[in-house]
């Protein structure tokens, strides 16, 4: 098989690219992202026409943020479109005539990693993506393990604090409540109310408030200095790298991979990722550890893993 389209749907924008063999993109189109949800399915049709009509493509990947079932085909729930038991394979194949498969987004980043990225070379992968909250996928035996039911890897709401902060999700203390672009955001306004001389650079970022304080703030802060912004990446990543070590006890992977938003801070985050994970590691001192890898692919390895993915069928 040749060319496919990986199709990533973002919060505010959609975007499809034409993908060859060896994961690189010859053509991308984005769209904004409708706020209904049958017009999401309409914009994800449009942009796939869009890329196709200059190229042989054989099949559409489609990366959503969800439950998908195990079929690939429904999106059995998304939690920031409306989709209840959507049926997406079908809507969008009668739109645009070829064959689609629908995927996690952060199984499809897992697998674009895996396939072109960080993970080339590993048999055993298991990748977590620290956006605004905390996605999964695993590659075990180089097979994508998508569980029974197709919703495996959601380990952002594994439960790390017996009755913690409350999640989205409704239950309590889950692990992105604490590894997380949010949860980052979170650790700087409390450490900045706390220790306001420490935030200097952090607060003259915003409007000088706490509340002000974004994401974005946060590693701008962290490059030039800020003690509040560098401690509150060293606070997320000790408890991603606790997490990565309770994940190396079930799946005992060769490498994990860190994606997503946060990670893009490299060494200042991932370095203490490290840390935590070598001192969380149950009998790390006599057995092989794991690497803890930084993604490569960048905000991309949705679209391509999900093309990717079409191209296997
Ligand atoms: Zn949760």
């Not at 439960?159 to 409540?177: F, I, K, M, N, Y």
């Not at 990565?244 to 991932?270: K, M, R, T, W």
């Not at 890898?293 to 391509?304: F, I």
Request: proline letters at 4%; charged letters at 20%.
């Amino acid at each position: 098989m040749g060319l496919t389209i990986g199709v990533d749907i973002g919060g505010t924008k959609i975007a499809a690219g034409v993908v060859d063999e060896e994961g690189t993109i010859r053509e991308t189109c984005k769209v904004p992202t409708p706020p209904t949800a049958e017009g999401v399915v309409d914009a994800i049709a449009d942009a796939v026409r869009t890329v196709s009509s200059s190229h042989q493509v054989e099949a559409v990947g489609i990366g959503a943020a969800g439950y998908v079932d195990d079929k690939r085909a429904t999106v059995l729930f998304a939690p920031n479109i409306n989709w209840r038991h959507e049926a997406l394979k079908d809507k969008v194949e009668q739109r645009v005539g070829l064959p689609v498969v629908v995927e996690n987004d952060a199984n499809a980043a897992a697998w674009g990693e895996y396939r072109f990225g960080a993970g080339q070379g590993h048999e055993d992968v298991i990748c977590i993506t620290l956006g605004t909250g905390l996605g999964g996928g695993i590659i075990i035996g180089n097979k994508l393990r998508r569980g029974r039911f197709g919703v495996a890897g959601e380990f952002g709401h594994i439960r790390v604090v017996p009755d913690g902060l409350l999640c989205g999700c409704g239950s309590q203390g889950c692990w992105e409540q604490y590894a997380s672009g949010r949860a980052l955001v979170r650790y700087a306004r409390q450490r900045a109310v706390a220790t306001p001389d420490n935030a200097a650079i952090l607060l003259g970022l915003g409007d000088g408030t706490p509340d002000s304080i974004e994401g974005k703030h946060v590693s701008e802060a962290a490059r030039q200095g800020d003690p509040v912004a560098i401690d509150s990446f060293r606070e997320l990543a000790r408890w991603a790298g606790a997490g990565l070590a309770d994940l190396a006890s079930l799946f005992d992977p060769g490498a994990f991979i860190v994606g997503g938003g946060v990670s893009d801070e490299g060494d200042l985050v991932l370095e203490p990722i490290r840390k935590s994970f070598r001192r969380w590691l149950v009998g790390g001192q006599y057995r092989p550890h794991a690497q803890v890898l930084a993604a490569q692919l960048g905000g991309k390895a949705g679209l391509v893993g999900a093309a990717d993915l079409a191209r296997q069928g």
